[in-house]
């Protein structure tokens, strides 16, 4: 069966009424036919039908052996480090999402859990920066920002030799392009605030385990931690999961027709993009995934935070603002927004500019946003002629 005809009947018939659509149960708990005897459900923080469901349909659609939703996509993290004890290690890729970062350094450092970044597009380097500590080798394939990709299959490999879990951030491309359980990863996580979900109008976590010990070790945190999905946001997610495949494949479409736009154009210095026979790990990309997605990074010919502001300031179509996946497009500048948790000095060497600026390509004409673009690099640079022609001819 396909793909898109498998998500889309993946979601189930209500058995009880015959809806079509999933019922919401907005309930905070379930009566007892007696003392511990119930229908499957007793208090709505420990399971409700609804979230249930949206379980199901992705641990389907990840194929793996149990799935929890979290009330954000840092929640579904904090479950996931929450596997691990003091004294334990993290590999991570050094370009992560601030917002990890954050918590690895601010919040799980202090309990004795410490994290090695590395640049994880060479199963060398996480090959080589592997403990007796190490617990964990946490990837994002791609990356945020830089869409850095990793061979998830070959640092499965290392994992499974060295007895380390691995997670994958699947949140960039999502089960419809990627499934890294089958390249044999033992965790994934998504933001389904992005693109599972898809219409920037919830925030969502999911966590999908390759087997049913994880799966339940991450229910119990899930419980016991108390960070669900509600019921109202688990509809609305399930929603947008059916028409996930076809969002994605024109969000893939739309992104590399730009990216081919912006490869050469003057004010632009490099574009970051899976899609492009020029990224190192294109081929890897090619091999591990159905779709290069719809995020875009490039950095500008003059690598400043003032000529980044310029350019997200100026744009029309593309609105700024934080996250990424929605059908409208966006643009953000990790420096000042997204990464600005992370040190300069070590958020330069993780290669993300001072005027790194990401796109998220929505659904509208894609020539509509190649110009929306280009006239915002063409006003970044008339501004700097203006402030040029200003300190030479009035200040002096």
Same mark, same amino acid.
């Given at each position: 069966?396909?793909?898109? *005809? ?24 379930? =009566? ?9 459900? /007793? ?6 039908? *609804?979230? $249930? *469901? ?23 993290? /904090? ?31 202090? !309990? ?21 500590? %190490?617990?964990? #080798?946490?990837?994002?394939?791609? &990356?945020?920002? %830089? ?8 640092? +499965? %490999? #290392?994992?499974?030799? @060295? ?8 949140? !960039? ?18 933001? $389904?605030?992005?693109? #599972? ?39 609305? *997610? ?46 890897? +990309? +090619?091999?591990?995934? &159905? ?6 990074? !490039?950095?500008?010919?003059?690598? %400043? ?15 700024? +603002? ?9 643009? &953000?500048?990790? $420096? ?20 790194? #600026? ?7 004409? =894609? ?19 203006? @402030? ?9």
């Amino acid at each position: 069966m396909n793909s898109a *005809t498998q998500l889309i009947h993946s979601i189930p018939i209500d058995p009880l009424t015959g809806s079509i659509s999933v019922p919401i149960y907005q309930t905070s708990t379930f =009566v007892q036919e007696a003392p511990g005897i119930n229908k499957g459900y /007793d208090y709505a923080r420990s399971n409700n039908p *609804t979230r $249930a *469901t949206l379980e199901n349909i992705i641990t389907k659609l990840e194929g793996g052996a149990g799935a929890s939703a979290f009330a954000s996509g840092l929640a579904a993290i /904090d479950a996931v480090i929450k596997l691990l004890a003091s004294g334990d290690e993290i590999i991570a890729v050094d370009d992560i999402y601030g917002g990890a970062f954050r918590l690895f350094s601010k919040i799980y450092q202090k !309990f004795g859990i410490n994290v090695k970044y590395v640049d994880t597009s060479n199963p060398q380097n996480v090959a080589d920066a592997i403990s007796p500590k %190490t617990k964990l #080798i946490w990837l994002e394939s791609p &990356s945020n920002p %830089t869409l850095k990709i990793s061979d998830i299959q070959s640092i +499965a %490999t #290392i994992a499974q030799e @060295q007895n380390v879990l691995l997670c994958v951030d699947n949140t !960039f491309a999502s089960p419809a392009l990627q499934q890294p359980i089958r390249l044999g990863a033992d965790l994934v996580v998504h933001s $389904a605030t992005k693109y #599972i979900a898809g219409h920037s109008d919830l925030i969502a976590g999911l966590v999908v385990s390759k087997t049913k010990a994880l799966a339940e070790q991450i229910q119990f945190i899930q419980n016991a931690s108390g960070a669900i999905l509600g019921p109202q946001d688990s509809f609305l *997610t399930i929603r947008g999961v059916e028409t996930l495949h076809l969002r994605i494949k024109q969000h893939c479409i739309n992104a590399q027709t730009l990216a081919e736009a912006l490869y050469n154009n003057p004010a632009i210095d490099k574009v970051f993009y899976p899609g492009l026979v020029t990224h190192p790990n294109h081929k890897i +990309a +090619a091999k591990q995934q &159905s779709g290069f997605g719809g995020i875009i990074s !490039f950095t500008l010919k003059e690598d %400043t935070v003032e000529a980044a502001k310029n350019v997200v300031c100026n744009t029309q179509l593309f609105k700024l +603002a934080e996250s990424l996946g929605g059908v409208k497009s966006l643009i &953000s500048h990790a $420096a000042t927004m997204t990464h600005k948790t992370i040190p300069d000095n070590q958020r330069r060497a993780a290669g993300v500019a001072d005027s790194l #600026i990401r796109l998220s390509v929505g659904l509208e004409d =894609v020539k509509d946003l190649i110009e929306d673009i280009e006239q915002a690099l063409k006003s970044n640079q008339t501004k700097n002629l203006a @402030q040029l022609y200003e300190e030479i001819f009035v200040t002096n």
